[in-house]
């Protein structure tokens, strides 16, 4: 395991309390208080479905991510995992980029590192590759360049349940988009709340620790991804998470929380934003009938949609760009248009509110 430059056995009280509750106090997926971590695995597509199947057992149990944090189109990509714990995502994410890609997991607990660690060897093995495609590097996601992690490098960064569990979210989000490259994607889930969680929320380390303290208001997500150069953050899915706790549900009182997964993305700034007609090749691995771009959009091949300058613009930049053909539209598009998650999550009885991606 690679130790980035910083001493990580310094840092704040609230690493020191989330390493203390991640290294020490929960131990497997069982102990979680809330509903977070139970996305539904029947969301996934097959071929997802058939790669975690691989995963070792010791792996999973100790999954504490609060959704799927998996996008479509990684051959060979270049992926940063930020709170990689005990590597669940790393490893699928390793077979799904293949022997052309590499993935990199950071985080700051040594316990979900040692986990993380022990199965290279034995993922390496049951994927058939030469050499391992995955590390797993010790530092803070609030300072990426401590780790070692260089400028416009990475092609795709996940995140699943981590950035409510940090102080400073403004730090995560600039370094993530320093690191990124342009046309890149931070694919992730996170608890969000309905409002801002009280003094007393945040000081209870429980609930800190359950990413139910650090919630951010779903809405100053928007505000911050933005003033940071981001895209306006697309909601692939959303879900209602509960305290299952009594204590825990009492100390909550009347605020909400939802578990939402987020697509941001980095385009070159002098990107020419025109609506357009786009086609679906039909060309993605495991994706070739249709692809669920986020919870609104769906191209399905052969059919051309009409679509936004924004997102347009996003089509012509990513890593996918050349899965799709792009025309003149001759049809009016209205600009895209922010869903509220709990509006998404509520309409589904509290289910992923989008299933297929
Ligand atoms: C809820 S767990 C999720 C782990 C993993 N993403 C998964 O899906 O199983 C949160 C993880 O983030 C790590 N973490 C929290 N804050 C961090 C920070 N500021 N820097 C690095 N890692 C952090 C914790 O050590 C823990 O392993």
Not at 132 to 145: A, D, H, M, Q, R
Not at 309 to 335: C, H, M, W
């Amino acid at each position: 395991m690679e130790v980035g430059g910083e001493d990580c056995t310094k840092g704040s009280s609230v690493h020191g309390n989330v390493k203390e509750y991640y290294g020490k106090t929960i131990l497997t997926t069982d102990d979680i208080k809330t509903t977070a971590c139970s996305p539904s695995i029947g969301t996934m597509r097959n071929y997802v479905r058939d790669t975690m199947k691989l995963i070792h057992n010791d792996v999973i149990a100790k999954f504490f991510g609060c959704g799927i944090t998996l996008p479509e189109c990684l051959a060979g990509m270049s992926i940063l995992d930020l709170g990689s714990g005990s590597g669940r995502d790393c490893y699928v994410l390793a077979k799904l980029v293949g022997e052309d890609g590499f993935v990199t997991g950071i985080d700051m607990t040594d316990e979900q590192l040692e986990i993380a660690h022990k199965y290279i060897e034995y993922h390496r093995n049951v994927f058939g590759f030469k050499k391992s495609n995955v590390k797993f590097v010790k530092g803070y996601i609030e300072n990426l360049k401590d780790a070692g992690i260089v400028d416009e490098s990475v092609d795709v960064i996940i995140s699943n349940c981590v950035i409510s569990l940090c102080e400073d979210k403004q730090s995560v989000l600039q370094e993530a988009f320093r690191v990124l490259k342009n046309g890149g994607e931070f694919y992730f889930s996170d608890m969000y709340s309905d409002r801002e969680p009280t003094e007393e929320m945040k000081n209870n380390e429980v609930l800190w620790g359950e990413g139910m303290g650090g919630a951010l208001p779903w809405r100053r997500l928007f505000s911050l991804a933005q003033d940071i150069g981001f895209e306006i953050p697309r909601t692939v899915s959303a879900r209602i998470v509960d305290a299952i706790q009594p204590d825990i549900k009492a100390s909550v009182g009347d605020t909400k929380f939802v578990a939402v997964t987020y697509r941001l993305f980095k385009l070159p700034t002098n990107i020419i934003r025109e609506p357009k007609d786009v086609l679906y090749k039909g060309e993605i691995f495991g994706h070739e009938d249709e692809i669920q771009f986020d919870c609104k959009l769906k191209l399905i091949r052969g059919i051309p949609q009409a679509t936004d300058g924004d997102t347009t613009a996003i089509l012509q930049s990513a890593r996918f760009k050349n899965e799709f053909s792009f025309r003149k539209s001759g049809n009016y598009v209205p600009s895209f248009e922010v869903d509220d998650p709990f509006v998404l999550a509520a309409s589904s009885d509290g289910k992923s509110w989008c299933t297929d991606i």
